[in-house]
């Protein structure tokens, strides 16, 4: 049995960090004004 292990990159999982980073900033602003002593 071998031991090698390949890893695997974000990118070739699926996940685009360039679209994530987008859709935060495009919720920033809505995601701020749930901010209030009860959330946490």
Do not use: F, Q
């Amino acid at each position: 049995m071998s031991n090698n292990k390949t890893s695997l990159s974000y990118k070739d999982a699926g996940v685009d960090i360039d679209a994530g980073e987008a859709l935060v900033e495009r919720i920033k602003g809505v995601a701020k004004r749930t901010a209030r002593p009860e959330v946490l």
